[in-house]
């Protein structure tokens, strides 16, 4: 099992920064790739970002160039950093855990409002 707790969120101006943590507990040995996702109201739920456990890392087209996701491997944490933020990338995010049995694990989501 794999335990993951986010942080970080709140509300923002627009053109405004935050950054997300997400760390993770139990089986971390057995994690692969970890990422962010995100859900606006009345939408599904969204890739924003991924790191795999070699580094490469991937993007959704609408954060490209305005966020990214680093791994702390000593601190067990993956981060978030979102710059340039805009009233669409108001969701909420959860952290995501792929294990090397093919196994995801989800945080409890952490609120990212963007308003004036």
């Known amino acids: 099992q794999v335990q993951l707790v986010e942080s970080g969120g709140g509300v923002v101006q627009p053109g405004g920064s935050l950054r997300l943590s997400c760390a993770a507990s139990?089986?971390?040995?057995?994690?692969?790739?970890m990422g962010w996702y995100r859900q606006a109201p009345g939408k599904q739920r969204e890739l924003v970002a991924t790191?795999?456990?070699?580094?490469?890392?991937n993007y959704a087209d609408s954060v490209q160039g305005r966020f990214t996701i680093s791994r702390d491997y000593a601190k067990n944490t993956v981060y978030l950093q979102m710059n340039s933020l805009k009233p669409e990338d108001t969701a909420v995010y959860y952290c995501?855990?792929?294990?090397?049995?093919?196994?995801?694990?989800w945080g409890q989501g952490t609120q990212v409002t963007v308003s004036s």
């Open positions: 790191i795999a456990s070699g580094g490469f890392t």
């Open positions: 995501n855990a792929l294990n090397k049995y093919g196994l995801n694990y």
């Open positions: 139990g089986s971390i040995f057995s994690i692969k790739d």
